[in-house]
């Protein structure tokens, strides 16, 4: 089995939608010098592939369809994981669809392992964050964060986000879209969203960016000492 090696520098980071993990994780991999991977954006990818086939993102040849067209892609193009279409609520709904099923799961395993056992030339280490990275994705990664925030927050903090880039939304659409999806994916068989049993869990419903990186860099200085 290709696995991550406990003496390899991996952080991950999992949590709910709108959690502030994303932003975390960009904020470290900046002061570590780290990789980072948005593994969301793989199943997000995924999504947005089904649906500009026109394909159901619950059906699983649609689905698998979709990781096959994103491979051939990502060979040749990998900035089409930073595609802001991505990041519009459809495109997530359709991710957390695609996302519960196993074969989809699987064919996009080792894109993450390979990116956290060989992160690019010069950097010191590899932050990965999404839902299953220390449950399923890293589980000997040498740091996991889990981080929550209460769901009103996260919804506001969404809100905000997707107001920024241009996407026309409303409080409670964007509430009951987060109630759905963190439903989905806590729910689902495969690979379900929880804390991994040594992961240390931040909630950051009342911590700044600023306050949220300081803490996790105190982790990240011991389980690196
Ligand atoms: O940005 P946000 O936290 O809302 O979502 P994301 O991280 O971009 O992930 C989109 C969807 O992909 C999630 O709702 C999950 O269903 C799925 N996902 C997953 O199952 N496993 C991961 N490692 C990352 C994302």
Redesign the pocket.
């Known amino acids: 089995m290709t696995m991550s090696s406990s003496n390899s520098k991996i952080i991950a980071i999992d949590g709910p939608?709108?959690s502030g993990k994303?932003t975390l994780a960009r904020a470290l991999a900046d002061a570590l010098d780290f990789a980072y991977m948005d593994?969301?954006?793989l199943?997000?990818a995924v999504g947005f592939e089904v649906l500009f086939a026109g394909g159901n993102p619950e059906s699983e040849s649609d689905a698998l369809h979709g990781c096959n067209i994103l491979s051939q892609k990502l060979n040749s193009d990998d900035t089409i994981l930073s595609n802001p279409d991505l990041r519009n609520d459809k495109i997530?709904n359709a991710?957390?669809k695609v996302?519960a099923i196993q074969s989809v799961r699987d064919a996009l395993l080792d894109i993450q392992r390979n990116f956290a056992k060989n992160p690019a030339i010069g950097k010191a280490g590899a932050i990965l964050d999404?839902?299953?990275?220390g449950t399923v994705v890293c589980p000997r990664a040498s740091l996991k964060l889990y981080i929550t925030a209460n769901m009103e927050i996260r919804a506001k903090r969404r809100m905000k986000e997707l107001q920024s880039k241009g996407f026309g939304v409303t409080y409670k659409a964007v509430l009951e879209d987060m109630r759905v999806?963190d439903a989905r994916?806590k729910g689902r068989k495969a690979?379900p969203l929880m804390p991994s049993g040594d992961a240390i869990v931040i909630d950051t419903s009342d911590l700044s960016q600023g306050q949220m990186l300081e803490k996790a860099l105190e982790y990240a200085k011991k389980a690196f000492s």
Do not use: N, Q
Request: aromatic share 6%.
């Open positions: 939608a709108a994303g593994t969301g954006a199943y997000r997530g991710a957390s996302a999404g839902r299953d990275i999806r994916d690979a």
